[in-house]
């Protein structure tokens, strides 16, 4: 998607993520990728959202574990900020987590031995 089919809201959004996560400029699409997953491992609050997701994280769990963390608060609600992450975590680690549907709750699988694919 290039930046003229975007929204001017999305674009500015799409823009501060990416400054977030301060990628190289000039990065191939699988570059991209890889250092985007690398950054986000490395980032305490991914960490600790993968912990929480491994029992199960609901919207509401993650909005209260949002609020501790950023106490100061936040530049967006933290109903938006927990959906940005999840979408984030959507595109960069699909395979390893999923969305229950009607409850919202960000599970985290178990890969299953030799099969590449993930299980609860």
């Known amino acids: 998607m290039d930046e003229s089919s975007m929204v001017s809201s999305a674009h500015k959004a799409a823009r501060l993520d990416l400054a977030a996560l301060d990628l ?12 985007a997953i690398g950054t986000l491992r490395c980032t305490p609050l991914f960490q600790r959202i993968d912990e929480l997701a491994a029992d199960g994280l ?13 106490a100061g608060g936040l530049s967006l609600s933290v109903e938006q900020h927990w959906k940005t992450l999840k979408a984030w975590i959507s595109v960069f680690f699909g395979g390893a987590y999923r969305l229950e549907v009607g409850q919202e709750v960000l599970v985290k699988g178990q890969r299953l031995q030799g099969s590449g694919k993930f299980t609860r």
């Not at 190289?24 to 250092?35: E, I, M, R, V």
């Not at 609901?58 to 950023?70: C, G, I, N, S, V």
Request: charged content about 25%.
């Open 24 to 35: 190289p400029q000039g990065l191939l699409k699988d570059q991209f990728y890889a250092y």
């Open 58 to 70: 609901t919207d509401a769990q993650a909005y209260d574990f949002l609020r501790e963390q950023y």
